[in-house]
Every structure is written in structure tokens, then in C-alpha cells.
């Protein structure tokens, strides 16, 4: 029977491409028992609670186990925090008190209980808190589960495709056993345990597509892009053959592109851009050391603060920042402090109606300033092989990096006088992510070391864009005139000022708009791991010489579509690849 093949599109939430057959996965339904129980009956009921908190634990502690090995213990952490609930005495007495007095069922207790932790992250305005919902949710089912006696059913057939309303994290690595070819949901987003889960298992994944597990059924062939975030159900023969070749072509081209890792970053013509990437987890850092041997440009210290909850100690941090600048070195890591707020957690319960506009990067910083000093204490400690630099970010005022670094002498003095050794030259730096920061660059310059461009929020604050709001996402222009001006002005106001000048916003990480940066003057591009060699390549294939005139020409257009015409004319006739 010929079936009308339908495309889906949802999320990218995993790079990859995977054709296959589908599992339907669905979890079954958890009935309460909300009956009131006899005084005879309590007993029976702890027991059954006890041994189901038990079993659930040791379920939690495989599953734990397996993570680690498949994806590494910092990614599996959403593992450690769901067994600290588990082992929360002052939680689990609560529950028993409860049965005792109230004479009701433990399931219906500890599912109320459970419930209220995850009301209050449901209502967080927050989306990494929001995503942590399904985390509560998924230790609520497994301990009622377990009282139950119900079986878990995680076995699927070899090399499938799951599809499935929602998976929890243990899904994720416990289905990861069968070899899975690729993860779709109805719900989540890109911060969800299951899309992160995938990505450092290298599984395609695309997510956030509404109610295709209600269209595709088990043993349906289906296609999976998570580079374009599409599904494709019932593919015909032609559309089978084009993603083969497109597999093939992706394998063929990561294979000529890391060729290239090992040659030096420079131009046809000689000129060296540094060229270092973007980190934050252990898989990147295990890239930069095995495969590109380079340094990095930005070292994201925020996601200590969001898997941890709160702050790190200074213990934590120096053990984390030494481990970094100890495995990159010979070459240098700059490390941003905490970028807290905006469209990242904040530090607080307090909401703001405009976060981006908030309490957010240096300002917390200056606000909570033994927690600032507590960090600038774990990077110079961690620093004493001269390789480490800092950065701070959302400087939008020569006031804000004067008392940045002021702080900073004051945690150098105090070091210096409890003979704790560190880097006492160690470069200092700042994000040039603001429209004040621009006009100011030349003042700023002479405060710093080195500048770092954030084109992400440059772009959004410059075009009064939110880079997350999709009724305006098309208005979110990387080729903008004043962005590329602005861009420009900040490089200039750099060599002026002797200092050097990167960027690790996503425009280093986009082919089109890496070469142009490299016309105008960067002297670094920061780069994401999955795009650096790409990025290498096009550095070796320019002639600087060209491209900087050809920057100089961009410069004088008035609107974006000009811009880009030019440009993609230029790319397809210079570079080609």
C-alpha cells in the first residue's frame, strides 16, 4: 500500500541522520490509591513505602553507574540529584508522618508530596527550571511504580528509532543499551536531560514536536534529521536515496574536514587567526586536548551554577578551573565569570519582566561581591601556569570594569599576603556585548587586555531583538549594517588601544560570517567544537588581502539582503566549500 509520505518538523536537538524503524514507547499510566486506610493497614503501607524508596534507589544507583560510563559523571548528575531526593530523610519523614496521621495510601502521600516540588518548578519562569519538572516527575513514577510492583519496560528492538511523548533521562541511557538510532518527543527543548543526553551519545534527536507520537506507530519506517529538526514518516524511495547520499556526504566531509586540524590557522597569504573554541562540558574539553590541540577562547563557568543549584564553593572551582588550564596547556583558556541571568537561571526566586534588561552577568557579580571574589580567588589560584586568562561579562561602563578590577587587585592582595602563589600578570578581559560598550570601546579598551566580541547579544541589544521570541526571530540579523559597523568600530578602537580582539558569539561558529570577521580584523575566532575544523578550513582557503577589502565594501551597504547577495557570491566564488 503506498502511504503519503508527511513531514514533521519539531526542534534540532541532536545533530545527526538516521533511517530506521520506530518504536512507539509509552509509559503506562500510574493509578493513585487515594483510599483512606484502617489503623491494621498503616503498617503494612510503611513497609511497602520503605522497600519501594529502596528498590527505586538501587534502580537510580545502575542506572547512575551506566550513565557515567556512556556519558561521563558530569552529565549524569541529574542522576545524583534524583537519589538525593530519595535519600532526603527531612522529605521521606514527612511522607511517613503523614501516612501515620492522615491513614492514608503511600502512594497517594508521596505522590502529594512529590507533587509540591514540581508545582513550584512548573510555575518557574524559568525554562532550564521548567525542563527539571520531568526529573521530579520521573522519581514520583519510579517509587510508585516499585510499590506497585510494576516492571519497567525499557527493552526495544536493536538500531530503533524511539519515539515517544516524553523520556526521562534514565530512558535516555537505559534505551542507549539497544544501540538507538535516534530520540524524538512530543515535548522538551534543547536544555532537556534527553536532548543533552543524546548529544553526548552522538543520537540524533528532535524534540518539541507536539503530538507525533499520536501519528506514528511501532515499525514504521521513518527518517530522522537532527541537524534540520525534521521527521519524515512513510519516505518514498527518492526521498530514502537522498538521505543516504546525504549521510554519506556529512561522513565523507567530517573526515576531510578533520584533515585539516593538525595544519596551521592561517591564510593563503599567511596571515595567522588564533582560532579556539567554545567549552563548557567534559566531552568538549576532551576535543580541544585530543583532536584540535588549541586553546580556549571562552570557558562558560555558569553551568556550575545551574547543575549545582546555587553557587559552587571555592574548592568545587578551583578543582574544576586547575583541571582545565592543566589538560589545555600549553595553550591559554579564558575563562568567563559567572553570565548568570538574561536567559540563564538566576540566583534568586525573583522575577523580572525583562530579564535580558535585568540583573544579570557583571551586575550580579558587583552586587554579591564575596561570591565574585570567591571565583576570582579559584581562577588566580588555578592560574599558575600562566595560561589562564579572565573575562568579564555585560560590561556596559567604564565604572563597571574599573570596580571589576578593583576587586580583582583586592583578591590579588589578600593571595599575595597568604603566600598562595598565582599568575600576578594575568590577562584580563572583557565581553563587548552592549550598544554602550560600543561607543565606549575606545575608553574601555584602555582598561583591559583584550576585548571579546558576544555577537549573540550585540545583535539582540543593537536590533532590540529577542534572539528567543519566534514572532520576531526573522528580524534577528547577523548581516545587519549597524551589527557589522558596530563590529567593525570595536576592532578598530582595539588595534588602536594595542590590545587584541576575538569573538565567541555564534557568528565565529557560522561559515558565512567567519570570513567577513576575518576581513574586518579579528585576531581570534572561538569556535564550537562541532564547527571548528569547518571553520579552519575556510581560514586556510581566504586570501586576507581579498577578504579584508571585501569587508571594507560590506561596510558601505545600507541593508542586510545587499549584504548578504554580495557576500554569498563572494563565498560561492572564493571559497566554495
Same mark, same amino acid.
Given at each position: 500500500?503506498?502511504?503519503?509520505?508527511?513531514?514533521?518538523?519539531?526542534?534540532?536537538?541532536?545533530?545527526?541522520?538516521?533511517?530506521?524503524?520506530?518504536?512507539?514507547?509509552?509509559?503506562?499510566?500510574?493509578?493513585?490509591?487515594?483510599?483512606?486506610?484502617?489503623?491494621?493497614?498503616?503498617?503494612?503501607?510503611?513497609?511497602?513505602?520503605?522497600?519501594?524508596?529502596?528498590?527505586?534507589? $538501587?534502580?537510580?544507583?545502575?542506572?547512575?553507574?551506566?550513565?557515567?560510563?556512556?556519558?561521563?559523571?558530569?552529565?549524569?548528575?541529574?542522576?545524583?540529584?534524583?537519589?538525593?531526593?530519595?535519600?532526603?530523610?527531612?522529605?521521606?519523614?514527612?511522607?511517613?508522618?503523614?501516612?501515620?496521621?492522615?491513614?492514608?495510601?503511600?502512594?497517594?502521600?508521596?505522590?502529594?508530596?512529590?507533587?509540591?516540588?514540581?508545582?513550584?518548578?512548573?510555575?518557574?519562569?524559568?525554562?532550564?527550571?521548567?525542563?527539571?519538572?520531568?526529573?521530579?516527575?520521573?522519581?514520583?513514577?519510579?517509587?510508585?511504580?516499585?510499590?506497585?510492583?510494576?516492571?519497567?519496560?525499557?527493552?526495544?528492538?536493536?538500531?530503533?528509532?524511539?519515539?515517544?511523548?516524553?523520556?526521562?533521562?534514565?530512558?535516555?541511557?537505559?534505551?542507549?543499551?539497544?544501540?538507538?538510532?535516534?530520540?524524538?518527543?512530543?515535548?522538551?527543548?534543547?536544555?532537556?536531560?534527553?536532548?543533552?543526553?543524546?548529544?553526548?551519545?552522538?543520537?540524533?534527536?528532535?524534540?518539541?514536536?507536539?503530538?507525533?507520537?499520536?501519528?506514528?506507530?511501532?515499525?514504521?519506517?521513518?527518517?530522522?534529521?537532527?541537524?534540520?529538526?525534521?521527521?519524515?514518516?512513510?519516505?518514498?524511495?527518492?526521498?530514502?536515496?537522498?538521505?543516504?547520499? $546525504?549521510?554519506?556526504?556529512?561522513?565523507?566531509?567530517?573526515?576531510?574536514?578533520?584533515?585539516?586540524?593538525?595544519?596551521?590557522?592561517?591564510?593563503?597569504?599567511?596571515?595567522?587567526?588564533?582560532?579556539?573554541?567554545?567549552?563548557?562540558?567534559?566531552?568538549?574539553?576532551?576535543?580541544?586536548?585530543?583532536?584540535?590541540?588549541?586553546?580556549?577562547?571562552?570557558?562558560?563557568?555558569?553551568?556550575?551554577?545551574?547543575?549545582?543549584?546555587?553557587?559552587?564553593?571555592?574548592?568545587?572551582?578551583?578543582?574544576?578551573?586547575?583541571?582545565?588550564?592543566?589538560?589545555?596547556?600549553?595553550?591559554?583558556?579564558?575563562?568567563?565569570?559567572?553570565?548568570?541571568?538574561?536567559?540563564?537561571?538566576?540566583?534568586? /526566586? &525573583?522575577?523580572? &519582566?525583562?530579564?535580558?534588561?535585568?540583573?544579570?552577568?557583571?551586575?550580579?557579580?558587583?552586587?554579591?561581591?564575596?561570591?565574585?571574589?570567591?571565583?576570582?580567588?579559584?581562577?588566580?589560584?588555578? /592560574?599558575? $601556569?600562566?595560561?589562564?586568562?579572565?573575562?568579564?561579562?555585560?560590561?556596559?561602563?567604564?565604572?563597571?570594569?574599573?570596580?571589576?578590577?578593583?576587586?580583582?587587585?583586592?583578591? $590579588?592582595?589578600?593571595?599575595?599576603?597568604?603566600?598562595?602563589?598565582?599568575?600576578?600578570?594575568?590577562?584580563?578581559?572583557?565581553?563587548?556585548?552592549?550598544?554602550?560598550?560600543?561607543?565606549?570601546?575606545?575608553?574601555?579598551?584602555?582598561?583591559?587586555?583584550?576585548?571579546?566580541?558576544?555577537?549573540?547579544?550585540?545583535? &539582540?541589544?543593537?536590533?532590540?531583538?529577542?534572539?528567543?521570541?519566534?514572532?520576531?526571530?526573522?528580524?534577528?540579523?547577523?548581516?545587519?549594517?549597524?551589527?557589522?559597523?558596530?563590529?567593525?568600530?570595536?576592532?578598530?578602537?582595539?588595534?588602536?588601544?594595542?590590545?587584541?580582539?576575538?569573538?565567541?558569539?555564534?557568528?565565529?561558529?557560522?561559515?558565512?560570517?567567519?570570513?567577513?570577521?576575518?576581513?574586518?580584523?579579528?585576531?581570534?575566532? /572561538?569556535?564550537?567544537?562541532?564547527?571548528?575544523?569547518?571553520?579552519?578550513?575556510?581560514?586556510?582557503?581566504?586570501?586576507?588581502?581579498?577578504?579584508?577589502?571585501?569587508?571594507?565594501?560590506?561596510?558601505?551597504?545600507?541593508?542586510?539582503?545587499?549584504?548578504?547577495?554580495?557576500?554569498?557570491?563572494?563565498?560561492?566564488?572564493?571559497?566554495?566549500?
Amino acid at each position: 500500500m503506498n502511504r503519503k509520505e508527511i513531514t514533521y518538523h519539531g526542534i534540532p536537538a541532536s545533530p545527526g541522520i538516521s533511517i530506521g524503524h520506530a518504536y512507539l514507547y509509552t509509559r503506562n499510566q500510574i493509578k493513585i490509591n487515594a483510599e483512606v486506610i484502617s489503623d491494621g493497614e498503616v503498617e503494612k503501607e510503611l513497609d511497602e513505602f520503605k522497600k519501594a524508596i529502596e528498590f527505586s534507589v $538501587k534502580e537510580l544507583n545502575k542506572i547512575y553507574a551506566l550513565s557515567k560510563e556512556r556519558i561521563g559523571e558530569k552529565k549524569s548528575q541529574i542522576f545524583d540529584a534524583q537519589l538525593e531526593i530519595l535519600n532526603d530523610k527531612y522529605f521521606l519523614e514527612s511522607v511517613i508522618k503523614r501516612i501515620i496521621n492522615e491513614k492514608r495510601t503511600a502512594g497517594y502521600v508521596f505522590d502529594d508530596e512529590i507533587s509540591k516540588l514540581g508545582k513550584i518548578l512548573l510555575a518557574a519562569d524559568d525554562e532550564y527550571m521548567k525542563e527539571r519538572f520531568s526529573d521530579i516527575n520521573d522519581v514520583k513514577n519510579r517509587v510508585i511504580r516499585n510499590m506497585k510492583r510494576e516492571k519497567l519496560v525499557s527493552k526495544v528492538e536493536e538500531n530503533s528509532i524511539i519515539i515517544a511523548h516524553e523520556l526521562t533521562p534514565a530512558d535516555t541511557i537505559l534505551f542507549s543499551k539497544r544501540k538507538v538510532q535516534g530520540y524524538i518527543t512530543d515535548v522538551g527543548g534543547i536544555t532537556s536531560h534527553a536532548a543533552i543526553i543524546s548529544r553526548a551519545l552522538r543520537v540524533p534527536a528532535v524534540v518539541g514536536m507536539k503530538v507525533v507520537s499520536q501519528s506514528i506507530t511501532s515499525g514504521e519506517l521513518i527518517i530522522i534529521d537532527g541537524y534540520e529538526g525534521i521527521v519524515i514518516q512513510h519516505p518514498k524511495n527518492d526521498t530514502i536515496e537522498k538521505y543516504v547520499a $546525504k549521510l554519506e556526504d556529512y561522513k565523507r566531509y567530517e573526515q576531510k574536514l578533520f584533515e585539516v586540524i593538525e595544519l596551521p590557522s592561517e591564510t593563503v597569504d599567511g596571515k595567522k587567526i588564533e582560532l579556539t573554541a567554545n567549552i563548557e562540558f567534559d566531552e568538549e574539553i576532551d576535543f580541544v586536548t585530543t583532536y584540535a590541540h588549541c586553546g580556549v577562547g571562552l570557558y562558560r563557568t555558569e553551568h556550575l551554577f545551574i547543575e549545582k543549584g546555587d553557587f559552587p564553593s571555592e574548592k568545587e572551582q578551583i578543582e574544576e578551573y586547575s583541571h582545565i588550564a592543566n589538560v589545555t596547556h600549553p595553550n591559554s583558556v579564558t575563562i568567563r565569570t559567572y553570565d548568570i541571568g538574561g536567559d540563564k537561571l538566576l540566583p534568586s /526566586s &525573583q522575577k523580572e &519582566q525583562n530579564p535580558f534588561l535585568g540583573w544579570r552577568g557583571i551586575r550580579i557579580c558587583l552586587d554579591r561581591i564575596e561570591i565574585f571574589k570567591e571565583q576570582l580567588r579559584a581562577i588566580l589560584i588555578s /592560574s599558575t $601556569k600562566k595560561n589562564v586568562k579572565i573575562m568579564f561579562p555585560m560590561i556596559s561602563s567604564l565604572e563597571e570594569i574599573k570596580d571589576a578590577r578593583k576587586i580583582l587587585k583586592d583578591v $590579588k592582595k589578600e593571595l599575595s599576603e597568604a603566600k598562595i602563589p598565582f599568575d600576578k600578570h594575568i590577562p584580563v578581559g572583557m565581553m563587548v556585548e552592549v550598544p554602550s560598550a560600543v561607543l565606549l570601546a575606545e575608553e574601555l579598551a584602555k582598561e583591559v587586555d583584550f576585548f571579546s566580541i558576544g555577537t549573540n547579544d550585540l545583535i &539582540q541589544y543593537m536590533l532590540a531583538v529577542d534572539r528567543g521570541n519566534e514572532l520576531i526571530s526573522s528580524l534577528y540579523r547577523e548581516f545587519h549594517p549597524a551589527v557589522l559597523r558596530a563590529i567593525n568600530k570595536i576592532i578598530s578602537a582595539a588595534h588602536k588601544n594595542e590590545i587584541k580582539v576575538s569573538v565567541c558569539g555564534e557568528m565565529a561558529s557560522n561559515p558565512l560570517a567567519s570570513a567577513v570577521l576575518i576581513g574586518l580584523g579579528v585576531d581570534e575566532l /572561538s569556535v564550537s567544537p562541532n564547527i571548528f575544523p569547518k571553520i579552519k578550513q575556510i581560514i586556510r582557503t581566504v586570501n586576507f588581502k581579498e577578504i579584508k577589502a571585501f569587508s571594507k565594501e560590506l561596510l558601505a551597504l545600507h541593508t542586510e539582503q545587499e549584504i548578504k547577495m554580495k557576500l554569498n557570491l563572494f563565498y560561492k566564488e572564493k571559497i566554495g566549500i
